[in-house]
């Protein structure tokens, strides 16, 4: 299971520290996303980016803020974080369906477990 | 915006029975609706999806059906077995303008199948 990555995994920082997030996709899909998962809480859509460009935005508070350079990576760059952002942050991607054959569904990694202290 | 409620939030059952997971959602632009299977410590995957075109999709033993006029939608696993012990995510996904769906998960249903 090797097309769509997530690094690190695991990442413990403190209130103050700065840190980013990093999402690849290999499957040459041209839409990405970042998921926010808590316990007991659905998966949260964060961030959407068709084609490099940002495409939504679902009320993220700005300490957020992610950055596609291109269709195949996205990162999640963190910055003052409160202890209620410690979650599992999930990213996925998805293929662009006006192509003949593609399909709806949505990759997603195996998420980085962000603790925040 | 879109709201989906799943219900049961926890479901055992016995080795071989049938397991019914539902959910309903709000927002009456949703036309896509897919069902994730998420096992411990792994990343969701994709077991099933259906559009608002489609009354019933089936999947050997998975199906789902959906009834757009109540807004609602259920998954179906029948002869269930020990490795469909997972938490089950339903969503509904309303399509952007790059075709592409905007999905809003369940809560999640912890499914235990007992031996």
């Known amino acids: 299971e090797t097309g769509v990555t997530q690094t690190p995994r695991h990442l413990v920082m403190g209130m103050t520290n700065k840190k980013s997030l990093k999402c690849e996709q290999h499957l040459g899909h041209n839409a990405m996303y970042w998921y926010k998962q808590s316990a007991k809480k659905p998966l949260e859509l964060m961030f959407v980016y068709n084609f490099k460009e940002q495409t939504e935005n679902n009320s993220v508070p700005s300490r957020f803020s992610p950055e596609c350079p291109n269709s195949s990576h996205l990162f999640l760059h963190l910055h003052t974080l409160q202890p209620e952002d410690s979650a599992l942050y999930l990213c996925?991607?998805?293929?662009?369906?006006?192509?003949?054959?593609?399909?709806?569904?949505?990759?997603f990694g195996p998420g980085t477990r962000l603790t925040v202290t | 915006g879109e709201n989906v409620e799943q219900h049961p939030s926890t479901l055992s059952v016995q080795e071989g029975d049938s397991a019914v997971i539902k959910c309903t959602y709000s927002?009456?632009?949703?036309?896509?609706f897919p069902w994730y299977k998420q096992e411990l410590g792994k990343r969701p995957q994709l077991i099933i999806d259906?559009?608002?075109?489609?009354g019933e999709k089936k999947d050997q033993r998975i199906a789902v059906t959906l009834n757009k006029t109540a807004k609602h939608f259920s998954l179906h696993i029948t002869e269930t077995q020990p490795e469909d012990s997972a938490v089950y995510f339903c969503?509904?996904?309303?399509?952007?303008?790059?075709?592409?769906?905007?999905?809003?998960f369940g809560t999640g249903t912890r499914l235990t199948i007992i031996p």
């Open positions: 996925a991607s998805s293929q662009e369906p006006l192509l003949a054959g593609a399909t709806y569904e949505q990759y």
């Open positions: 927002d009456s632009a949703s036309n896509y």
């Open positions: 969503a509904a996904g309303i399509p952007s303008n790059f075709g592409n769906e905007k999905l809003t």
């Open positions: 259906i559009r608002s075109n489609v």
